[in-house]
């Protein structure tokens, strides 16, 4: 079953713009995967890479005739080069694809350009033909990441793969901002789960091309056939995007109607809070738009968003749960290779994260919407029912961020195939997280801020949970591997799931100020 059929199954006809909707969806979806691929084939594919270009550290390694472990207790390249009772090497010195210098290549040279790209892509989106500047980002981050399988040089792969973040930055604000369009209050959490089986299939498939297209040696270009092979279905996307109209600027009679008139809640509620300073969206927000704020009122509605405590613990809970994401994802491989070299992991891998990740985005969305208008029509989806909505996802969300943890405790703790077992529970619950993180976001935030106010949210959790992943590096050396794994993965997990369900609170209490002003 494709993503189109996926699509058609779980998406009732009435709740969609068009059939073009679904089209669209799946264009999304696609250049999602595409962009996924190319971010995480560094970790699969990093001590071939490494050997290969030359960085990061070194250690000892089994030749056919030596033992893994007699090898790895040689700590320097001295002890490691003394030959065997025969007189043949036993153990190699070569790189690890480990150390500072991967870390840097992973985390902050992707980050540092994702975060502050992914600004500039949602305010531009609030100004342009969205589809349109999606094609060109595709465009963008495809050809970067099929010119990383000609890189020769370290700082080549570094150049490239910062080209590649400005390209993939577009992705989570364009693509969350049209889903909000297309569809309604009803379905966005499984058209938002729909849209991130891309990260969760491109992940998985980054792992199977990254392990067993390099061991292929496809054209006798080991490593280097895989990136470039990766790009191009990209491109050919990136030219279907932009000849597409966006739904914002098309007939107003295309788009999802909205089912009541919505007007800014805290007009609505007459009170001054702190704890919610986030306006709903109004109807004249989606259909009739007056004519637009000017800069500075738009910037000064920004502020007030951003500095909300509901934003706050959204930011937290969201920085620790990516943080946990990209240490793992960054690692996992690694880890593998570094505790159990002779296990075949990249089927393990695969059917985990793209049956495991895809059947939680769409799942996890769809039980979170259900909970969410569980008994409610359509005509009494208002903004009480809204706030009552946002707070059952959040729920959904920290709860099962909690649950997740032992899991992950579990993937590094077990053995394979017993690791994968439990790497396969850990993604059943923790990969519902971004479709309903980012659905929360959209509901709550004024309709022609929306686009801005997720690239600045993006932002802001990439900077924070992007670059944390760094530290691994100095405290496996402080405490070991493992060990720093168990804080910054399964640890980071128990935090995410608490703040989010600490988020809840400001809701509560701006349910309790609308109800105590009528």
């Not at 490494?50 to 033992?67: H, I, L, Q, S």
């Not at 690694?334 to 769409?362: M, W």
């Not at 039980?367 to 909505?389: C, V």
């Not at 053995?415 to 619950?429: D, G, K, T, V, W």
């Amino acid at each position: 079953m494709n993503i189109f059929s996926i699509s058609r199954v779980l998406l009732p006809v009435e709740n969609m713009m068009t059939q073009n909707s679904i089209y669209i969806l799946v264009l999304l979806t696609l250049s999602y995967l595409v962009g996924e691929m190319g971010h995480f084939l560094l970790g699969a594919t990093s001590r071939d890479i490494a050997r290969e270009v030359g960085y990061g550290d070194k250690a000892c390694f089994a030749m056919e005739n030596g033992t893994i472990l007699s090898c790895r207790q040689r700590k320097d390249e001295t002890s490691c080069q003394i030959k065997g009772e025969d007189g043949g090497e036993d153990c190699k010195w070569d790189y690890t694809g480990l150390g500072m210098d991967y870390q840097v290549l992973a985390g902050p040279a992707f980050i540092a350009v994702f975060t502050v790209s992914g600004v500039i892509f949602g305010i531009t989106a609030d100004y342009m033909n969205r589809l349109r500047l999606l094609g060109c980002a595709v465009l963008v981050y495809s050809l970067a990441i099929s010119s990383m399988g000609f890189a020769t040089q370290y700082w080549q792969l570094v150049l490239l793969r910062m080209l590649l973040a400005a390209g993939e930055s577009a992705c989570s604000p364009i693509c969350v901002s049209l889903i909000s369009d297309l569809f309604s209050e009803k379905s966005r959490g499984v058209a938002t789960g729909v849209l991130h089986l891309g990260v969760y299939v491109g992940f998985g498939l980054s792992q199977a091309a990254g392990i067993y297209l390099t061991r292929a040696d496809l054209f006798g270009w080991g490593w280097r056939s895989v990136y470039i092979l990766t790009g191009l279905p990209g491109i050919v996307i990136s030219f279907l995007l932009v000849f597409l109209p966006d739904p914002r600027m098309a007939d107003p009679s295309r788009t999802v109607q909205p089912t009541v008139r919505k007007t800014s809640f805290m007009e609505m509620a007459k009170v001054e809070t702190k704890y919610l300073q986030i306006p709903l969206k109004s109807e004249d927000d989606n259909n009739n738009p007056s004519p637009r704020e000017t800069f500075t009122e738009n910037m000064k509605s920004l502020r007030t968003c951003l500095f909300s405590p509901f934003m706050l613990m959204m930011f937290l809970g969201a920085s620790c749960r990516h943080s946990a994401g990209f240490t793992w994802a960054y690692n996992c491989r690694l880890f593998f290779l570094s505790y159990y070299p002779d296990n075949d992991v990249g089927a393990y891998f695969t059917f985990s994260a793209i049956v495991g990740g895809a059947s939680a985005v769409i799942v996890g969305g769809a039980i979170a919407d259900r909970l969410a208008y569980k008994g409610a029509p359509d005509s009494d989806i208002d903004n009480e029912a809204q706030l009552r909505g946002s707070r059952i996802r959040l729920y959904v969300l920290g709860i099962s961020m909690l649950l997740s943890s032992p899991f992950a405790v579990g993937v590094l703790a077990l053995q394979p195939p017993l690791a994968f077992i439990s790497l396969f529970c850990y993604y059943l619950l923790a990969e519902t997280w971004f479709g309903i993180l980012f659905v929360t976001l959209v509901e709550v935030a004024p309709n022609h801020l929306k686009t801005s106010i997720l690239g600045i949210f993006l932002f802001l959790m990439n900077n924070i949970g992007g670059n944390i992943p760094v530290a691994l590096d100095p405290l496996s050396k402080t405490i070991g591997y493992r060990e720093s794994l168990y804080i910054l993965y399964p640890g980071m997990m128990v935090l995410s799931g608490a703040f989010f369900i600490m988020a809840v609170l400001p809701l509560k209490q701006q349910m309790a100020l609308k109800s105590k002003s009528n």
